[in-house]
């Protein structure tokens, strides 16, 4: 079994810049609906198990994903956001405003193949960075495989702050 290097992200929510990366006018950012359960589990899940360099972690974190959506679509008010390019869904962030939250970003900005590289991670972290931010969190969390494009480039942004975690052990505790 390959040793897999975890990195936990920290942001200050009260540092968080009001101006948001921009988008071209055919992208629209919103909150999912409880009806796009099943689209939203779909476009998180495909991309993270097109995406090569979760393939040594890909089971365990897909398991994980799979248990806090299915906790998020429980609740009334899905924390959910997604980018749509007309009425597709190519981008989802699955979040929990739990304070006391192993990640707040529980999927992290999950990006199509075909839709990536066009800054849409980075807007849609913004945009989750805001929601949490608004939804009275002071900090927000994040845990990434330190390899991956989000644990590289998009979660160093906003003025994040890193160290390494034990996500298996925080697995394991769950």
């Given at each position: 079994?390959?040793l ?9 929510l009260s540092?968080l810049p009001?101006?948001e990366p921009?988008?071209?006018s055919?992208y ?5 609906g ?10 998180i899940l495909t ?5 090569a360099a979760?393939?040594d972690?890909?089971n365990?974190?897909s ?10 679509f ?10 749509t390019?007309g009425?597709?869904i190519i981008?989802?962030s699955?979040?929990?405003?739990n ?12 990006v199509?193949?075909e ?8 807007a849609l972290l913004?945009e989750s960075?805001q929601y ?7 900090h927000a969390?994040?845990i990434?495989k330190g ?14 702050t890193?160290e390494?975690f034990d996500f298996?052990a ?5």
């Amino acid at each position: 079994m390959k040793l897999v290097h975890w990195k936990r992200f920290t942001w200050d929510l009260s540092k968080l810049p009001e101006e948001e990366p921009g988008l071209p006018s055919y992208y629209t950012v919103r909150a999912a609906g409880k009806d796009e359960e099943k689209i939203v589990r779909q476009v998180i899940l495909t991309a993270f198990g097109l995406d090569a360099a979760w393939g040594d972690a890909v089971n365990s974190v897909s398991g994980f994903v799979e248990s806090q959506l299915a906790t998020s679509f429980l609740q009334r008010a899905v924390p959910c956001l997604v980018i749509t390019h007309g009425v597709r869904i190519i981008a989802a962030s699955a979040l929990t405003t739990n304070d006391d939250a192993t990640s707040h970003l529980i999927s992290g900005p999950c990006v199509l193949s075909e839709y990536r590289n066009r800054g849409l991670g980075t807007a849609l972290l913004h945009e989750s960075l805001q929601y949490l931010k608004t939804a009275g969190l002071s900090h927000a969390v994040a845990i990434s495989k330190g390899n991956v494009p989000a644990g590289k480039f998009v979660y160093k942004k906003f003025g994040s702050t890193s160290e390494d975690f034990d996500f298996d052990a925080a697995l394991a505790a769950m």
